[in-house]
């Protein structure tokens, strides 16, 4: 059968099953969204704005497909590992078990003194027996460096390729540089801007004349994620940053051209899937725009994807299985070039081998049962994406230019208004998950009663120091320099000699983003509940028969869950004077009153002013729309209800019940 004779069987195949379905107009689909809503209005599902004020329609009309340049059609994204473990046999163990079973590049991140995570890979034999057995020509490297040590880690990388005999071309590595990433993220430059210019200017000229080709700079949105910044603020700054690093280099002696490719990005992916495809889209247009604007030739840009650490829980863990393995997908469809997945116990501190086998597998299934890789940016033409795309573009490069007005990034973070900008982000992202129209799923909502963490034993640290290798004089900040620094490593000195040669003179120095997790306020709420003698412990006065009284009850056990607190049910349906007598016998301050409106119209305020009198502290589970002020007017000093501010309600509930006396916990839920 010829091709031709193929293709149009195939096409009455495919327009005989089109005919089979009726066409539908949008009214149609309106309607049957509608009734499933059941009265829920529609526009308020499908229409809404971000957090820089950005109209997401969920609903637009099919837009004519225009790919965005980056990822080469039909080409997988690098699934990377992160490898993270202090002792370099057990790292090296982790890398090739995870080459082999579906991985194709390494994360290999560097030990930070002081820290415990990362390879102790401080010196060539270390970083050699990290990666004994991995083919450095084949597999590629994305370097995550200690603070302003990544000439360090770049020295000691090409060091490495010399001693094993390879051509640096026939390598790929992303060498992970970025100086105003770690002066964000530890508050000070170690010498002036100009001489940093200077430095990184080195490990350009170094690399490139050694052959390698790979990214030097990672330009890393991923601090600024950590700290609440919104996806407009990381494509602005990432834009800015990378602005500032071009500067420097041409400033000295590297051409525009040869600096603007040496700079690659990294942004974080979350778990809000279509905003993840069109932040990754946009950083390939706003980078586009500039490389024009700039007067250089188009060429695409190495972008970074990992998932997000700030989504991710403490508690009920493995829902961070869901979260990633949204998160990748979004950052594969949205055409990062290389993807690294955090295992779901990675906010614990620790990862076992299943942890670490499910990190890897995500990604596996992803590439093979998804095939969105085969299709050139697989989101062109979807209406909703492409508008959200350009959206974010538009805002950010106007924040940019707001950046570039008041001086650069640098001058912004110097200042601290762009850590201003990105601290009123996180306030109203923590008002967000506080009143849980952000929730976290097994922290702010459902979360497990008597949960147990599990957490992954940390591997052993590496205790023994490298012997020491002086360094004859002070190393230099240009080329000449970078190639002392592969020199020495080559000869055996460590990170520690070369900071021991390098002498450091802050002059710079900026308010350090503070990273935090969404989840985090409720974790530390309900770890500190939850490790107290006694528990602090709320009374739940139960009005009226289990159908009636359930579904505020069911709510407000599950509030105090998430807060570490202990629910003690009262009788259900019982008389004001059993109600009272329970309460005195669970030793609880606060009492809860619980029920329907019809119930609380009927009983609640005699039962509120009873364990008033009692001396309890009374709280009501919803917003009666009748009654209200009798139920205020008999003791009721808090109506508890969905929208509130869950955390300020937990805060206050526990310095009610940390006041308790020993409850009985005999009625405990």
């Known amino acids: 059968m010829t091709n031709q004779t193929t293709e149009a069987a195939m096409t009455r195949v495919a327009t005989s099953f089109a005919a089979d379905f009726a066409t539908a107009t949008e009214d149609d689909w309106r309607a049957a969204a509608e009734a499933a809503l059941k009265g829920r209005p529609l526009e308020s599902v ?39 473990i202090a002792d370099p046999a057990a790292a090296n163990e982790q890398a090739l078990e995870d080459l082999n079973n579906g991985a194709s590049g390494l994360a290999l991140a560097f030990l930070t003194p002081g820290d415990g995570h990362g390879v102790a890979a401080d010196t060539l034999d270390r970083l050699d027996q990290a990666l004994d057995g991995v083919l450095l020509d084949l597999a590629p490297l994305y370097l995550e460096v200690v603070p302003f040590e990544g000439r360090a880690a770049a020295a000691l990388v090409a060091a490495l390729i010399e001693r094993r005999g390879i051509a640096p071309s026939d390598t790929y590595i992303c060498f992970g540089l970025d100086l105003l ?5 530890t508050g000070t430059l170690p010498r002036s801007w100009s001489d940093m210019g200077g430095r ?75 905003a993840t495809i069109a932040k990754l889209r946009a950083a390939r247009l706003l980078w586009a725009a500039w490389r024009r604007e700039s007067g250089l030739p188009e060429r695409t840009v190495h972008i970074h994807a990992e998932t997000s650490r700030r989504m991710m829980s403490e508690r009920a863990a493995h829902t961070n299985l869901v979260r990633t393995t949204i998160a990748a997908f979004a950052a594969g469809v949205g055409g990062a070039d290389s993807i690294t997945v955090r295992p779901f116990t990675d906010a614990l501190g620790a990862a076992d081998a299943d942890a670490r086998r499910l990190a890897r597998n995500a990604q596996a299934i992803i590439l093979e049962e998804s095939n969105a890789h085969r299709v050139a940016d697989p989101a062109a033409g979807a209406g909703a994406i ?37 601290a009123d982000a996180r306030a109203r992202r923590r008002s967000a998950a506080a009143t849980r129209r952000s929730p976290v799923v097994g922290v702010s909502e459902f979360p497990e009663a008597g949960e147990t963490l599990h957490v992954p034993p940390s591997p052993p640290h590496v205790s023994r120091l490298p012997q020491v290798v002086p360094i004859a004089g002070e190393i230099g900040e240009d080329v000449a320099g970078f190639d002392a620094l592969v020199a020495a490593f080559l000869n055996g000195s460590s990170f520690a000699d070369v900071r021991a040669a390098s002498a450091s003179n802050p002059s710079v120095s900026a308010t350090p983003l503070d990273l935090e997790r969404v989840a985090a306020p409720f974790e530390r709420l309900r770890a500190t509940n939850e490790a107290a003698t006694p528990r602090p412990a709320v009374y739940l006065a139960l009005v009226g028969p289990i159908a009636r009284h359930s579904a505020r009850a069911g709510f407000v056990r599950n509030l105090l869950v998430a807060g570490g607190l202990t629910a003690i049910d009262g009788p259900a349906g ?48 919803g917003r009666p729309k009748e009654g209200a002020e009798a139920l205020s007017s008999a003791g009721v000093s808090r109506f508890v209800a969905a929208g509130d501010d869950a955390l300020a309600v937990l805060h206050d509930a526990t310095t009610l019940a940390s006041a308790q006396n020993a409850p009985a916990l005999g009625g405990v839920s």
């Open 46 to 84: 499908i229409r809404h704005r971000t957090m820089d004020g950005v109209a997401v329609a969920a609903i637009r009309p099919r837009s004519a497909p225009s790919p965005i340049p980056g990822r080469a059609p039909g080409s997988r994204w690098i699934a990377l590992s992160r490898i993270d």
């Open 574 to 621: 019982a008389t004001t004077e059993a109600n009272v007598a329970a309460w005195t016998e669970s030793g609880a301050t606060l009492a809860i009153v619980c029920g329907a409106d019809d119930g609380y119209a009927e009983t609640g305020p005699d039962l509120v002013a009873a364990l008033a009198a009692a001396g309890a502290t009374v709280w009501l589970a």
């Open 181 to 185: 990433r770690d002066l964000a993220r």
């Open 200 to 274: 990184a200017a080195g490990v350009v000229q170094g690399l490139r004349a050694r052959g390698f080709t790979g990214p030097v700079f990672s330009i890393d949105a991923r601090v600024s994620h950590g700290a609440g910044a919104t996806d407009v603020q990381e494509l602005a700054g990432a834009i800015a940053s990378a602005t500032e690093h071009v500067r420097a280099l041409v400033a000295n002696g590297v051409d525009l051209e040869t600096a603007a490719d040496a700079m690659s990005f990294a942004f974080s992916c979350d778990a809000d899937q279509f």
């Open 386 to 422: 492409d508008g959200l795309t350009d959206a974010l573009a538009e805002t950010a490069w106007m924040l940019f230019q707001q950046i570039e007005r008041d001086g650069g990034l640098l001058q912004a973070l110097t200042s601290g208004s762009w850590q201003a900008r990105i």
